[in-house]
């Protein structure tokens, strides 16, 4: 057989292409839907962490004196973490407590740090592990008038 006879035969010949088309959109279209479904939970697991961090500089800010802030901003940011159901495998609050040290009259404000670590085992998906660090900052205002202990 020459070789523009057995082109010109795998031309006209063209069952099962269709088939072959259909598979191969269905392996890009999965694809496509695990990734975003992968973005989504990421987007959700950071907006829980900035509400907690929100949670945690509120705390801190209503605490009375700057040693009472901390565990104050790391209890409320658990609490939060909790009731979102957000499980992370680390957890690291720290609170910027400079602002207790203005005398009242002065605007000051507490600035709390979250850390927490989102394990992909979550997802449930076969061979895929690791995690991700979500780090969110939040900035909470003290009350300008009330008495401050040094």
């Known amino acids: 057989m020459k070789l523009n006879q057995w082109i010109n035969r795998a031309r006209s010949n063209d069952r099962g292409d269709a088939t072959i088309e259909l598979c ?3 392996v890009v279209l999965l694809v496509l839907l695990g990734w975003m479904y992968a973005y989504g939970i990421n987007r959700q697991a950071h907006q829980k962490v900035e509400h907690a961090a929100g949670e945690a500089a509120r705390a801190a800010s209503l605490s009375r004196t ?4 901390n565990p ?9 973490m909790d009731g979102q159901g957000l499980k992370c495998t680390t ?8 602002g207790f040290r203005t005398r009242p009259g002065v ?6 740090t979250v850390s927490c670590e989102v394990s992909y085992d979550a997802l449930g998906w076969p061979g895929v592990s690791g995690g991700r660090t979500i780090e969110v900052t939040a900035i909470s205002p003290i009350d300008t008038f009330r008495e401050r202990a040094r």
């Open 24 to 26: 191969l959109a269905i």
């Open 66 to 69: 700057a040693a009472q802030a």
């Open 72 to 80: 104050l901003a790391y209890q409320a940011a658990l609490d939060s």
């Open 91 to 98: 957890m690291n609050v720290s609170a910027d407590t400079s």
């Open 107 to 112: 605007s000051a404000t507490v600035e709390v």
